[in-house]
């Protein structure tokens, strides 16, 4: 079978420690009937929903909950003290409103990417939470849930890899790297570049370059799987070394128009028309001069 401890070492728990655990914490006393937030281990989201107890079992905490998933009826089994998955649903008028769960504004304000989690922010996730986390390898941006957190430090998997992928990250290393769960990987372009498309150029600076070098890129890749602003650059160094990396296109701190002085000939954006060479000789680590 697949199911096995190495593909999700989560299924697996010391004997009885689940199925004959009786429910100890604040939701101990729910029954049947009950409404509560459920957010389904199986879910490649970190959305909470509200949810029914509809069979609570004799023998330990297992409930199983009715919930609805993309409009589809489905039940799963939880236990009452399973934070990560349940807790109490506060106002129960409201389709979306659970209790110590952090929530963010879907209303993205142009020319405003600012999508920092701050110290104070991140100190109060935990377990089950969701991040943005950003790859320092290439610069990409994945949804990310927490499986462990101990101070500045935490395991992550991605929700949309396999568990190979996951790691452990320090918030103290680089803060940068870490997001609002959602504010950059579902967030659509919509400042000056949100038109670009791939074969644009631009004006770039690496978030790795410490020297904070703008220079002249070239969009090979937009992000079209989740509708976000993301995309791939590619650039180069004086010596014709090719660079590939992620970043926003409302991150206006590593991507901007190119200067209107260094155009020459025009596309539709005002970008240099065959300005790369097999071997990136024409487009080298140029200085830009850019005038904000």
Same mark, same amino acid.
């Given at each position: ?71 589809? &009826? ?32 879907? &209303?993205?304000?142009?020319? +405003? ?35 462990? &957190? ?8 991605? /929700? ?32 000056? /570049?949100?038109?670009?498309?791939? +074969? ?40 014709? +070394? ?8 409302? +991150? ?41």
């Amino acid at each position: 079978t697949k199911d096995n401890y190495s593909l999700n070492p989560t299924h697996f728990a010391k004997y009885t420690s689940v199925s004959h655990r009786q429910a100890t914490e604040s939701l101990s006393g729910y029954k049947s009937g009950q409404e509560v937030a459920y957010r389904p281990a199986v879910s490649t989201n970190c959305k909470w929903r509200r949810g029914k107890i509809v069979e609570r079992d004799t023998d330990s905490g297992q409930v199983r909950i009715a919930f609805y998933e993309n409009g589809q &009826k489905a039940e799963r089994w939880t236990h009452l003290d399973h934070g990560f998955e349940i807790r109490e649903l506060v106002n129960k008028s409201a389709k979306k409103s659970v209790k110590n769960v952090s929530k963010r504004s879907n &209303k993205k304000p142009a020319n +405003n990417y600012n999508p920092g989690l701050s110290k104070k922010k991140w100190s109060k996730l935990s377990k089950g939470d969701c991040i943005d986390y950003r790859d320092p390898a290439n610069g990409e941006w994945a949804a990310a849930r927490i499986l462990v &957190k101990m101070g500045n430090k935490a395991k992550i998997t991605y /929700l949309h890899y396999n568990s190979n992928y996951d790691t452990i990250v320090n918030f103290k290393d680089k803060p940068g790297n870490f997001a609002i769960y959602g504010a950059v990987t579902k967030a659509a372009a919509t400042g000056a /570049l949100a038109n670009y498309k791939v +074969n644009d150029f631009v004006n770039y600076r690496p978030d790795t370059d410490h020297k904070g070098k703008w220079r002249r890129a070239q969009i090979i890749k937009v992000d079209t799987k989740y509708g976000s602003g993301k995309v791939r650059v590619e650039y180069y160094d004086w010596i014709g +070394n090719s660079y590939k990396r992620w970043t926003h296109l409302d +991150n206006d701190q590593e991507i901007k128009a190119l200067p209107a002085h260094n155009h020459g000939n025009q596309n539709n954006h005002g970008h240099v028309q065959n300005c790369c060479t097999h071997n990136g000789a024409a487009m080298m680590d140029q200085d830009v001069n850019l005038i904000d």
